[in-house]
């Protein structure tokens, strides 16, 4: 198989011309900041059978409220932020203080 560098850089600007339109267009942040809570669960909260329910956008805090339930019905937060990037974890229920 041999390299071509013209059709890397193609496909490699077409990408980056992509997420720049789904970044501007708000299209990427929902499932990116539902993604990052995710992980955050699945590394820290393995055993506790948390499942994404919900996520929703709060304008006045400029995040993400991701939702996960129980099996026994209860509810946890997580808050991602900032809006247009959201990767940071800014409030997790379950751990309110740090």
């Known amino acids: 198989m041999k390299f071509n ?11 980056f011309i992509l ?9 990427i942040q929902k499932p990116m900041a539902i993604c990052r809570a995710t992980i955050h669960v699945m ?10 329910h919900d996520a929703e956008l709060v304008t006045a805090m400029s995040s993400y409220k991701v939702t996960f339930i129980r099996e026994d019905g209860s509810t ?13 974890i800014m409030f997790d229920s379950q751990n309110p203080g740090g």
């Open 5 to 15: 560098a013209k059709v890397l850089l193609f496909s490699l600007s077409i990408s």
């Open 19 to 27: 997420i720049l339109a789904l970044g501007f267009t708000g299209l």
């Open 43 to 52: 590394l820290n909260y393995w055993n506790q059978g948390l499942w994404y």
């Open 76 to 88: 946890e937060y997580i808050s991602v932020s900032p809006y247009e990037f959201p990767i940071h």
